[in-house]
Nanobody, 115 residues
């Protein structure tokens, strides 16, 4: 089974930084790619970044150069370091394993970028 837990969100001023975390207690997590998504109010959930089990990363163009995804398989953790945050980054952020686990979502973590 998959039980994803996101954390690390909060209120930050434009230009600020946050680090989000995603974890799961099972062994599937460390062997799986992990995707970050976000959903702003009234909008669809959009893909933001991905990391494979061996650390290859990809990003949506709007966050390239500002966000960095990383993982620590020994701790069953995936991180999303978000720098130079903008108001348009405001959303609930979720992680997901994709594939046969794509329907398993955590509760998400709220990121609000506002002055």
């Amino acid at each position: 089974q998959v039980h994803l837990v996101e954390s690390g969100g909060g209120l930050v001023q434009p230009g600020g930084s946050l680090r989000l975390s995603c974890t799961d207690s099972g062994s599937i997590f460390r062997m799986s790619p992990v995707m970050w998504y976000r959903q702003a109010p009234g909008k669809e959930r959009d893909w933001v970044a991905s990391i494979t089990s061996v650390g290859t990363t990809n990003y949506v163009d709007s966050v390239k150069g500002r966000f960095t995804v990383s993982r620590d398989n020994a701790k069953n953790m995936v991180y999303l370091q978000m720098n130079s945050l903008k108001p348009e980054d405001t959303a609930v952020y979720y992680c997901n394993l994709g594939g046969k686990w794509r329907n398993y979502w955590g509760q998400g973590t709220q990121v609000t970028v506002s002055s």
